[in-house]
């Protein structure tokens, strides 16, 4: 079974401000990488898929790159309703489709 | 609009059984996968079961494998979890989430609200 990791755990980023988001596979997943965003409450969003590929109606301000092992998830400049816990997925080797433990984004 | 709608949580006591369905609307529920992932209180997500488009394929986590069934019924565009042989661990909130895909090897594009079963005696 890949292993997801994602860091840091928790991020403290202000308003405006660049976050960057990191999750590394324990095997090569090639591109089939995707990034979820959740707010307290709520369902998960898809923010982006194939690793660099935002998802309908995801503003630009969200990108993701990498392949491989490593990848990358940044957020150019936080507004106030982005801060939620971040997930990545690997669906390259399925089952299971595995998550990575999340990144909380909070307001500095 | 996508819809999916979960229904069926509840209380249940362990070693118990629960039915959960997904209702499907604003797609072709027919031609995608589909996948149920649950969370924990205060956890993670765990990806738990997926079925291809046609229903011909499942696939299930290691933790629920010979407890869990999942099944679609493409005709009533509605998706199924039995749940059987509780456990405590298996307390989560379940969202069932269609794939971009006819099978589960492909992200998770529209995810329902949530259904919360807890396993407590």
């Known amino acids: 079974e890949i292993v997801m990791t994602q860091s840091p755990a928790t991020l403290s980023v202000s308003p405006g401000e660049r976050a960057t988001l990191s999750c590394r596979a324990s095997?090569?997943?090639?591109?089939?990488l995707a990034w979820y965003q959740q707010k307290p409450g709520q369902a998960p969003r898809l923010l982006i898929y194939?690793?660099?590929t935002r998802a309908t109606g995801i503003p630009a301000r969200f990108s993701g790159s990498g392949s491989g092992t490593e990848f990358t998830l940044t957020i150019s400049s936080l507004q106030s309703e982005d801060f939620a816990v971040y997930y990545c997925?690997?669906?390259?080797?399925?089952?299971?489709?595995?998550f990575g433990q999340g990144t909380k984004v909070e307001i500095k | 609009e996508v819809q999916l709608v979960e229904s069926g949580g509840g209380l249940v006591q362990p070693g118990g059984s629960l039915r959960l369905s997904c209702a499907a609307s604003?797609?072709?529920?027919?031609?995608?996968?589909m996948s149920w992932v649950r969370q924990a209180p205060g956890e993670g997500l765990e990806w738990v079961s997926g079925?291809?488009?046609?229903?011909?394929?499942?696939h299930y986590a290691d933790s629920v494998k010979g407890r869990f069934t999942i099944s679609r019924d493409n005709s009533k565009n509605t998706l199924y979890l039995q749940l059987n042989s509780l456990r405590a661990e298996d307390t989560a909130v379940y969202y069932c989430?269609?794939?971009?895909?006819?099978?589960?090897?492909?992200?998770?594009?529209?995810w329902g609200q949530g259904t919360l079963v807890t396993v407590s005696s």
């Open positions: 194939g690793a660099s």
């Open positions: 095997q090569s997943v090639s591109s089939s």
């Open positions: 604003g797609f072709t529920f027919s031609n995608y996968a």
């Open positions: 989430a269609s794939h971009r895909s006819t099978t589960c090897y492909s992200h998770l594009d529209s």
């Open positions: 997925q690997q669906y390259n080797n399925w089952p299971p489709g595995t």
């Open positions: 079925i291809s488009s046609g229903g011909s394929s499942e």
